[in-house]
């Protein structure tokens, strides 16, 4: 059984056990320092009370002693009563204690040369019943359950279940209020992370959390608006560059001529480079949307195709690599696997991904595997390129960051690849990590879950 992690178990956990052994503390020693001493002297009181009756009755004369006993019943609450019949020694649970003590104290009382029964009788289950031999005869003593008022066992008992019953829920009580905020909080800070505007309410709480609520609020309304601006400057300048790059273009398609061949081709590769950085580019800043509706599609095709196919664009844009792209899927699929899908989302991912592990799997073979981690989809790409150092395996996500340190399209690309497929799998859900291969490489994982 996995122990929860989380904030409010942990404190909760804390406070209960805190609170229980201090109560497990006070009443061990409320019960040996106070209930225990008070319990020995009652029953102590009592056995002398009892020990001195059956002294004096058996001194009386036998016509004395009818006003005795109604004396003693009067005054103290004692009966003297017929032992006609054993009575039962077994001792009820909410005088158990005190029943043990008074056994004690009587016996000590008599020297311990015989040993006193207490009880109960069917006829008098209210109350105790006490045996005490004197000069070879048995007196049997009669005590009201109420004339011995204190419960040692029951008080202690509702003691315990008070004391559970608040410990628990005033730990649950306070460790909700301090996770709750916490969480929304928490949340609130991974929304604004994705570029959500996100605000939580200011009017609850103690007054540190109104004023952290509020300054987080200030911080999200700055950080939306920086990104609002971002997004305006990039389309701004997108759309400014766009149009002296289609200047250019649509004067090389007029002028076919007006230059040498390979030089054409260089600036119309120049223009593309520079017209798919401005896309991407603009992609990233604009965010992605988490909207996109779901399609039932066959995973295992889709990725057969997908492989397929930039395999082949891959090899039109370099015609003299030999790499190549490889499918695998778990012989448990049955060749199929039916799932909701944000089609255009993983498809751009993958993509990506596997550019990526062709432009840097040093002109050897890649290899695309689908298996089942449970019930959840996870694709690995696989590739036999120097790998990449451990301390740099979250950074290649950072937008413009590049193991390769030269701007060059062929052999590092734009820089904005894995981060916009970062972006896209945090909007889906998906989890993706970097781990190195044993004979050299990289594997990529993605865990569409």
Not at 84 to 95: D, F, M, S
Not at 197 to 218: H, S
Not at 295 to 317: C, G, K, P
Not at 412 to 441: E, F, K, M, N, Y
């Amino acid at each position: 059984m996995r122990i929860p992690n989380t904030l409010f178990f942990k404190t909760a956990s804390t406070l209960v056990i805190t609170l229980l052994l201090l109560s497990v503390i006070i009443l061990a020693s409320t019960a040996y320092f106070v209930v225990l001493p008070v319990g020995k002297r009652s029953a102590d009181d009592l056995a002398a009370l009892l020990v001195l009756s059956a002294q004096t009755w058996m001194e009386l004369p036998p016509e004395t002693r009818p006003d005795f006993e109604a004396e003693l019943n009067t005054a103290h609450g004692i009966r003297l009563l017929k032992a006609e019949h054993p009575i039962e020694t077994h001792a009820r649970l909410y005088y158990y204690i005190y029943q043990r003590l008074l056994q004690n104290a009587l016996e000590n009382r008599i020297n311990g040369t015989s040993k006193i029964n207490i009880g109960t009788d069917i006829q008098r289950p209210d109350w105790m019943l006490i045996d005490i031999p004197i000069r070879k005869q048995l007196l049997r003593f009669g005590i009201s359950v109420e004339r011995i008022g204190a419960r040692p066992p029951v008080v202690l008992l509702a003691m315990v279940i008070a004391i559970i019953v608040l410990t628990i829920s005033t730990a649950l009580i306070i460790a909700l209020r301090i996770s709750r905020p916490l969480a929304l909080l928490s949340a609130a800070t991974t929304a604004v992370g994705k570029g959500e505007k996100n605000i939580i309410p200011e009017d609850k709480g103690p007054d540190e959390m109104v004023t952290l609520a509020r300054n987080f609020n200030q911080m999200s309304r700055e950080v939306s608006e920086l990104l609002e601006n971002r997004t305006t400057l990039l389309a701004g300048i997108s759309h400014d560059l766009r149009t002296p790059l289609t200047r250019i273009r649509l004067a090389l398609e007029i002028n076919p001529d007006a230059m040498p061949a390979a030089l054409r081709s260089g600036v119309d590769n120049d223009i593309n480079e520079m017209e798919q950085l401005l896309e991407q580019a603009l992609l990233l800043a604009r965010g992605v949307k988490k909207d996109e509706p779901l399609q039932e599609r066959d995973l295992v095709a889709l990725l057969s195709t997908l492989a397929a196919q930039v395999e082949a664009e891959w090899q039109v844009q370099h015609p003299d690599s030999d790499s190549r792209i490889e499918f695998k899927s778990d012989n448990n699929l049955n060749g199929s696997w039916l799932l909701p899908l944000a089609e255009q989302s993983l498809l751009r991912v993958l993509h990506n991904l596997i550019e990526n592990s062709l432009r840097y799997g040093d002109n050897k073979p890649i290899t695309i595997q689908l298996a089942k981690q449970g019930d959840t989809p996870l694709i690995t790409i696989l590739d036999r390129g120097l790998g990449i150092p451990e301390d740099e395996r979250d950074m290649v996500f950072r937008p413009f960051y590049r193991l390769e340190g030269s701007r060059n399209v062929m052999t590092g690309g734009s820089g904005l690849g894995l981060a916009i497929v970062r972006q896209l799998c945090q909007a889906q859900g998906w989890d993706i990590t970097l781990h190195p291969r044993s004979d050299g490489g990289t594997e990529v994982r993605l865990l569409l879950g």
